[in-house]
């Protein structure tokens, strides 16, 4: 039977008017230490964004969750972050802030793929 390792994930909602505090899943990022793996993957429901915000930006929703996909995969997507190994990345994307994408708590699980897990938790928690 194959090892398996720890990996911690973050969801990444998203808040279109940050004083209701209303909001819905938008996404995943995934981080495992033993394989110096992040990963994200993200997807926007249009329909839930207008639905909460009929004056959205989603063009700007679109952009930051991008942004977060570029830090993971490092590059010149990534900015500043691209000279950071992966932890360091991931603790950046989780760290809490004030804006329409904001990540979630972080949760803990064991997996044999961490990119599997990336699109298990993006069809289970955001689709």
């Excluded at 994307?93 to 064991?110: D, E, K, N, W």
């Amino acid at each position: 039977m194959s090892e398996r390792d720890v990996f911690e994930y973050a969801l990444l909602r998203v808040v279109p008017r940050v004083e209701r505090g209303e909001c819905f899943n938008a996404g995943v990022v995934v981080y495992c230490r033993a394989r110096s793996f992040v990963a994200a993957r993200t997807h926007l429901d249009e329909n839930k964004l207008l639905a909460l915000d009929p004056e959205a930006d989603v063009t700007g929703v679109r952009a930051a969750l991008r942004a977060v996909e570029g830090v993971c995969r490092g590059g010149e997507d990534a900015g500043q972050a691209a000279r950071e190994e992966a932890g360091r990345r991931f603790r950046w994307l989780i760290a809490p802030r004030s804006t329409v994408v904001q990540p979630g708590p972080v949760h803990t699980g064991l997996t044999l793929d961490p990119e599997a897990e990336v699109e298990r938790l993006l069809h289970l928690l955001v689709r």
